[in-house]
């Protein structure tokens, strides 16, 4: 049995919130299947019209109502839509914190702990294409999933960091509507999704993410513009990285209140606190806690300059706009090296914080001619290029495309905007009715 290998001092806690049956019911969860979940791309589609791609879906998620479940026997990356970037698997109880955090278009949303994206990528579906996100992970290895998510989901917005939190603070003070704060946490709510947690596990493990998590919501506190709100979320059930660890910030952080969440409407379990809470033995998905942090601080003039913009080859991606795009690209734009970005609006100085990605990943310029990106791409919708190769639902030929093949076409010669059923998947180069794959190998589904 499962609940013979629970360590001690996690089922003594747990009695202490469930009490002795409900420590018994959670510890016969663990015995069940782990739950599956995908989240329909807002930037691509509608819940409505994932369901139609992807009839094995089942139920929608209570807390997200663009999630779904599904069962395992169905794998939906190997789906030619998740090329297109129509979804995004995700763990249902995932959802909740950027579902709660009541994302506006035009808002400035940071994801301080952003790998691998499941988070960015929704709160960019709210944002619908307008507004900043800053996507930050610590881990440069973790950044390179994060950056794939991005694109992949055809995000235009977002620029990608590799910093620590306090790094932050100084080039963002005040700065964001939203803050996401997924915390890095002792993990207990993942022992039915990852058996490994559960002897991963001790007692010391809480109390040293604790301090980490003060850290990290100090310098939220320090970047949160008066009137916005940070969204706390760990996947665990211990009071010291959760109830524990809000009652502290709310006593050292004056004018932050709990915004109260409606426990009923998700279908989530309510804590005194008026935070939320997911059990694997009460709702569809693993073990998570979720708190809305909200201010009422008096405002105070800040500056944050602007990026500062060295583009090299911008002419040449203008000619190729002019000649395979519909309408010209307007914006900032940032060249670093070959590499050619569009800046998002509203975005400051990023001068001496690690950048991965300035923004939405336009291309390179080689040899006086401009070569779009896998990004580009992702970020158009078929009505944006000239020539466009549309391949019919579920066809052989999109198949063969996302494979890497060429094969032959009815197209004009150039640059052609590869689409599934209307949905783009990446770019060919035709000649003489050949077309030259162009699709982004490395971002071949596992």
């Given at each position: 049995m499962?609940?013979d290998?629970?360590?001690?001092?996690f089922?003594?806690?747990l009695k202490?919130l469930l009490?002795?049956?409900g420590?018994?019911?959670?510890?016969e969860s663990?015995?069940h299947?782990?739950i599956?979940?995908?989240?329909?791309?807002?930037l691509?589609?509608?819940?409505e019209?994932?369901?139609?791609?992807?009839?094995?879906l089942?139920?929608t998620v209570p807390?997200c109502?663009e999630?779904f479940y599904?069962?395992?026997?169905y794998?939906?990356s190997?789906?030619?839509?998740r090329?297109?970037?129509l979804?995004?698997t995700?763990?249902?109880?995932?959802?909740?914190?950027?579902?709660v955090?009541?994302i506006?278009?035009?808002?400035?949303?940071?994801d301080i702990?952003?790998?691998?994206?499941?988070?960015t990528?929704?709160?960019?579906?709210?944002l619908?294409?307008?507004g900043?996100?800053v996507a930050n992970d610590v881990?440069?290895?973790?950044c390179?999933?994060l950056v794939?998510?991005i694109?992949?989901?055809?995000?235009?917005?977002?620029?990608?960091?590799?910093e620590?939190?306090?790094r932050l603070?100084?080039?963002?003070?005040?700065?964001?509507d939203?803050i996401l704060?997924?915390?890095p946490c002792s993990?207990?709510?993942?022992?039915r999704?990852?058996p490994d947690?559960v002897?991963?596990w001790?007692?010391?493990k809480?109390?040293?993410?604790a301090?980490a998590?003060?850290?990290?919501?100090?310098?939220?506190?320090?970047m949160?513009?008066p009137?916005?709100?940070?969204v706390?979320s760990t996947?665990?059930?211990?009071?010291r990285?959760?109830?524990?660890?809000?009652?502290?910030f709310?006593n050292t952080h004056?004018?932050?209140?709990?915004?109260?969440?409606?426990h009923k409407k998700?279908?989530i379990?309510g804590?005194?606190?008026g935070?939320?809470?997911?059990?694997?033995h009460l709702q569809?998905g693993?073990?998570?806690?979720?708190c809305?942090?909200?201010?009422d601080?008096e405002?105070?003039?800040v500056e944050?300059?602007?990026l500062?913009?060295r583009?090299?080859?911008?002419e040449y991606f203008?000619?190729?706009?002019e000649e395979?795009l519909?309408?010209r690209?307007?914006?900032?734009?940032?060249?670093a090296?070959?590499?050619?970005y569009?800046?998002?609006e509203?975005t400051?100085?990023?001068?001496?914080?690690?950048?991965v990605r300035s923004?939405w990943y336009l291309?390179?310029v080689?040899?006086?001619?401009?070569k779009?990106?896998?990004?580009?791409?992702m970020?158009?919708?078929?009505?944006?290029?000239?020539n466009v190769?549309?391949f019919?639902?579920?066809?052989?030929?999109?198949?063969?495309?996302?494979k890497?093949?060429?094969?032959?076409?009815?197209?004009?010669d150039g640059?052609?905007?590869?689409?599934?059923?209307?949905?783009?998947?990446g770019?060919?180069?035709v000649?003489?009715?050949?077309?030259?794959?162009k699709?982004?190998?490395?971002w071949?589904?596992?």
């Open positions: 499962f609940a290998k629970l360590p001690v001092e089922t003594a806690m202490g009490g002795e049956d420590a018994s019911r959670y510890a663990l015995e299947d782990r599956y979940g995908l989240r329909a791309n807002l691509k589609v509608t819940p019209a994932i369901v139609k791609y992807l009839p094995f089942s139920h807390w109502e999630g599904y069962t395992p026997e794998r939906p190997k789906s030619i839509w090329h297109a970037g979804f995004y995700q763990e249902p109880s995932a959802m909740l914190p950027a579902a955090a009541d506006e278009p035009g808002h400035t949303v940071l702990c952003a790998a691998p994206g499941g988070k990528t929704q709160a960019a579906g709210y619908r294409g307008s900043l996100i881990s440069i290895s973790r390179k999933p794939k998510n694109e992949l989901s055809g995000v235009t917005n977002a620029v990608v960091l590799c620590r939190p306090e603070t100084r080039r963002f003070p005040h700065f964001f939203r704060v997924d915390a993990g207990e709510g993942m022992f999704k990852d947690a002897s991963g001790s007692g010391h809480p109390e040293a993410c301090a998590q003060r850290g990290i919501l100090n310098q939220a506190a320090d949160l513009k009137g916005g709100r940070i706390y996947c665990t059930f211990e009071p990285e959760d109830e524990d660890m809000i009652e502290w709310l004056k004018g932050f209140y709990v915004v109260p969440l409606n998700l279908g379990t804590t005194a606190l935070a939320g809470r997911i059990w694997p569809e693993e073990g998570h806690f979720v809305v942090l909200g201010n601080r405002p105070r003039p944050n300059s602007r500062v913009r583009v090299y080859g911008i203008s000619a190729f706009c395979y519909t309408h690209l307007t914006g900032d734009f940032f060249g090296g070959e590499s050619l569009r800046i998002p509203g400051p100085d990023l001068n001496g914080i690690r950048t923004g291309g390179e080689k040899n006086r001619r401009f779009p990106s896998q990004a580009f791409a970020g158009l919708n078929p009505d944006d290029a000239r190769i549309n019919e639902r579920d066809s052989r030929a999109s198949e063969k495309y996302v890497g093949e060429s094969f032959d076409v009815e197209s004009d640059w052609a905007l590869v689409c599934a059923d209307g949905y783009p998947l770019w060919a180069s000649k003489d009715g050949r077309m030259k794959n699709y982004f190998k490395a071949k589904m596992e």
